[in-house]
């Protein structure tokens, strides 16, 4: 790199950066291929290293020849950083006491959504609804707000908030029809304050 460019990256040209990276993203990144022999740690690395070069891009000499080996010089510490980390990650996992097998999340949520009819169905339904319908149901079924926190929430009477969601509710189970049934955050909340 001339003398020119080399002044015009320690000053942050975001123009001079951009060709940089251009002309050594690739050097870099086979380095770090070769350092880490992972490609997605590789690309990490890579990152890392331009992002570290930025920061430190003051430190660039006015003289010099090819910024080539000050960056893989960064690469290098970058991979060292990322190897200890991983390392520690490790580590602190193998000091955890070991854990019950947990279940599959998907089976719990097979288990709730049993058919892909059932959700669009609700979600047709309470699309229905009008806005401050929604929002009641929002707030006390779907966050879990009393019906007074729902009221303050809206700015209004908590017999407001219970009208809407009692009429929310009964266009809900109208929609259904006989054979379905609702999940549990929409079946009948009967928390008070």
Do not use: C
């Amino acid at each position: 790199m001339e003398r020119m460019t080399r002044a015009r990256i320690r000053e942050g040209d975001a123009r001079a950066f951009e060709q940089l990276y251009d002309e050594f993203a690739r050097s870099v990144y086979g380095y770090a291929l070769r350092l880490t022999g992972d490609w997605s740690t590789a690309e990490d690395v890579m990152s890392l290293t331009f992002l570290e070069a930025w920061r430190l891009r003051e430190r660039v000499d006015h003289d010099g020849g090819s910024l080539r080996p000050w960056l893989l010089g960064i690469a290098t510490n970058v991979a060292r950083n990322t190897r200890r980390a991983s390392r520690r990650y490790h580590d602190a996992l193998a000091r955890l006491p070991p854990g019950d097998d947990a279940s599959d999340f998907a089976d719990e949520l097979v288990e709730r959504m049993d058919d892909k009819e059932r959700v669009t169905a609700l979600r047709r339904a309470y699309g229905s609804l009008r806005r401050p319908e929604q929002e009641v149901i929002a707030l006390v079924a779907g966050s879990g707000l009393s019906y007074a926190e729902a009221a303050e929430a809206l700015g209004t009477s908590v017999g407001t908030v219970k009208s809407r969601l009692s009429r929310a509710r009964k266009k809900l189970k109208r929609a259904a029809g006989p054979e379905r049934t609702w999940p549990q955050e929409y079946e009948p909340i009967t928390r008070e304050a």
